[in-house]
């Protein structure tokens, strides 16, 4: 392994294992040290709240099944921080490859921590 390779991170080194992944596919990596509490992801997803004592957002649930995807990504999308490419990660726990942002267009994991 190069060390290159090492510093690549995978979506499924980030959090727990979860529920099964029959149940609940999709994994949101939420890189709240990026959020500045716009609120749009709260506007446009059910899964997302504004947390009135930090003034940040957080998601009601990581985990999320095929009914949750498109509002999850819709949240990731128009998320303002780190310059429009946004602190939410909607990631597809079967394949580990990010769905949305995705600002590499190769299904990497676009975290900066």
């Known amino acids: 392994m190069s060390d290159l390779d090492a510093e ?3 979506a499924s080194d980030v959090g727990g294992d979860g529920p099964p ?8 990596i939420f890189e ?3 959020c500045f509490g716009a609120g749009k ?6 899964n997302w709240e ?5 003034g940040m957002a957080k998601p009601k649930s990581y985990y999320i ?3 949750e995807l498109e509002e999850n990504i819709r949240a990731a999308e128009v998320c ?4 429009d490419v946004g602190c939410i990660h909607v990631v597809d726990r079967r394949t580990d490859e990010e769905l949305s942002p995705d600002p ?3 299904g990497t994991l676009s975290v900066d921590w």
């Open 8 to 10: 690549v991170q995978t």
């Open 21 to 28: 992944v029959e149940e609940k596919p999709y994994k949101i």
């Open 32 to 34: 709240a040290n990026a």
């Open 41 to 46: 992801c709260a506007e446009v997803a059910d």
């Open 50 to 54: 504004m947390d009135i004592a930090s």
């Open 65 to 67: 099944g095929e009914d």
């Open 80 to 83: 303002p921080a780190k310059k």
């Open 104 to 106: 590499h267009g190769d």
